[in-house]
């Protein structure tokens, strides 16, 4: 009986060294706003303008409901991220990101999805009704006529929920950053054109096919990274998108 005493106790407190590498930090945040706004006019002596109250309106609003869950495991680090949010339609935002340090170089990557809800709407038709005689002939010299609208059921519900299914790997020691994937490899460009007010043309609005210096937006490719110095860095980048 000492000896399944003994294994019993060893069992459990291996279990209880193992349970907290398991564990999951949970968040929830939101907040709601209330405002009251109340505008008026001062009396003036000089015009017999009275005191008095131009509108008077409360309002509210609440901002995107967060969940957020965080877990780390020695170098590694995991978090799952769902927003809620409603500005006119209902969008969710999924994301995913998570990191692993070895020696001095640590990897994180991250994918995100937002499923949206298109709105439906209703198909409506509209026709002129004219004034018509016993032999269903149209009246001549009558005015233009009634106009009826008809309207069927929900018939466009939108193109239906879609996503970018990429992402981006970054791989750093604090010193020197490789990023592949799907990202805006570099933050900015130091040639432009003459801006449009000086009578030239402008191509800075354009995309990387006709613009005039570095492409700064989002694009697949491989990017290595430097820093020289607290103040000083350099980026090299090179595009290739399918």
């Given amino acids: 009986m ?12 291996s ?19 209330g405002t009251y706004n109340n505008t008026s006019t ?22 995107s409901l967060t969940l957020a869950s965080s877990h780390t495991d020695g170098a590694k680090t995991a978090s799952l991220t769902y927003v809620l949010d409603w500005d006119g339609d209902m969008d969710e935002t999924w994301t995913l990101s998570g990191s692993n340090k070895v020696g001095a170089w640590t990897a994180s990557g991250e994918v995100s999805y937002s499923m949206g809800y298109p709105g439906c709407s209703n198909h409506s038709y509209a ?5 018509v005689n016993e032999d269903n002939e149209t009246v001549g010299n009558s ?5 009826e609208t008809h309207h069927h059921g929900v018939t466009d519900c939108g193109a239906g929920r879609t996503a970018d299914d990429t992402s981006a790997i970054t791989l750093t020691d604090g010193t020197m950053t ?10 900015g460009q130091n040639v432009s054109t003459s801006g449009a007010a000086a009578g ?9 096919d006709v613009g005039v210096g570095a492409f700064v937006g989002g694009f697949h490719g491989v990017s290595v990274g430097y820093k020289i110095s607290d103040t000083m860095s350099v980026t090299g980048a090179y595009q290739k998108s399918s």
Avoid: C
């Avoid at 026709?127 to 004034?131: P, R, S, V």
């Fill in 2 to 13: 000492k000896r399944i005493s003994k294994l019993m106790l060893a069992a459990v407190a």
């Fill in 15 to 33: 279990v209880a060294l193992a349970a907290p590498a398991f564990a999951w930090d949970f968040s929830a945040s939101g907040t709601a706003t």
């Fill in 42 to 63: 001062q009396a003036s002596s000089a015009t017999g303008v009275k005191a008095s109250t131009i509108a008077s309106k409360v309002s509210s609003a609440g901002s």
């Fill in 127 to 131: 026709y002129a009704i004219n004034a």
């Fill in 143 to 147: 005015d233009n006529g009634t106009v």
């Fill in 178 to 187: 490789i990023i592949l994937g799907d990202a805006s490899h570099l933050s």
């Fill in 200 to 208: 030239a043309l402008t191509m800075d609005a354009h995309d990387e």
